[in-house]
Nanobody, 124 residues
Framework: QVQLAESGGGLVQPGESVRLSCAAS????????MGWYRQVPGKQRELVAAIDSNGNANYADSVKGRFTISRDNAKNTVYLRMDSLKPEDTAVYYC??????????????????WGKGTLVTVSS
């Protein structure tokens, strides 16, 4: 199995910055897309940013120019740098990864994994 462990959330003031990290561990053969989603109570979970294994990224319109997603393939880790934070960015942020597990000898399996989420609160 695969575990995704997020860190970096907390309380920040409007205009400040925070960086989230998400490290994947387990029987990982390779990781394809990684991404960050967020959810507020009463609303659907929404994509914030995603990045493929080559480093190509895409962003939700609401965060373009303020958020930056990156990854370290050697560490199986994805980051989300959030600048110029606004109160409307307040949410639980979830890490997501498309992971291939197993081995060539024993067989490979593709799966979609989620972290438990980390709360980011933007408030003065």
């Amino acid at each position: 199995q695969v575990q995704l462990a997020e860190s970096g959330g907390g309380l920040v003031q409007p205009g400040e910055s925070v960086r989230l990290s998400c490290a994947a561990s387990g029987a990982i053969f390779s990781i394809n897309d990684m991404g960050w989603y967020r959810q507020v109570p009463g609303k659907q979970r929404e994509l914030v940013a995603a990045i493929d294994s080559n480093g190509n990224a895409n962003y939700a319109d609401s965060v373009k120019g303020r958020f930056t997603i990156s990854r370290d393939n050697a560490k199986n880790t994805v980051y989300l740098r959030m600048d110029s934070l606004k109160p409307e960015d307040t949410a639980v942020y979830y890490c997501n990864a498309a992971v291939r597990t197993g081995s060539i000898l024993l067989g490979l399996r593709d799966g979609d994994y989620w972290g438990k989420g980390t709360l980011v609160t933007v408030s003065s």
